[in-house]
Nanobody, 119 residues
């Protein structure tokens, strides 16, 4: 089993910055992808950014140039640095881990951390 614990959310003024962290523990395999998703009230959960174990990244168009995802494989931790925050970035942010072992995929979610951007 894998546990994901997020931290770093909070209330910030528009234009401000926050850094989210997600620490993974348990049975973590080498071949994995970690990512951040978000869900605003009344909306579907959406991908914000993802990063492979080798460091390949992808971003939602809405956050490109403002958010940066990174990871520390030694600590099994993924980060999301957010700058230039906008009120529309307000959501619960979830960390996700996808991993593969012998062709079998497993996925895990964190409990979520609230990010609120005041205008």
């Amino acid at each position: 089993q894998v546990q994901l614990v997020e931290s770093g959310g909070g209330l910030v003024q528009a234009g401000g910055s926050l850094r989210l962290s997600c620490a993974a523990s348990g049975s973590i395999f080498s071949f994995n992808v970690m990512g951040w998703y978000r869900q605003a009230p009344g909306k579907q959960r959406e991908l914000v950014a993802g990063i492979t174990d080798s460091g390949i990244t992808n971003y939602a168009d809405s956050v490109k140039g403002r958010f940066t995802i990174s990871r520390d494989n030694a600590k099994n931790t993924v980060y999301l640095q957010m700058i230039g925050l906008k009120p529309e970035d307000t959501a619960v942010y979830y960390c996700k881990l996808d991993q593969w072992n012998w062709g079998r995929k497993s996925e895990y979610w964190g409990q979520g951390t609230q990010v609120t951007v005041a205008s």
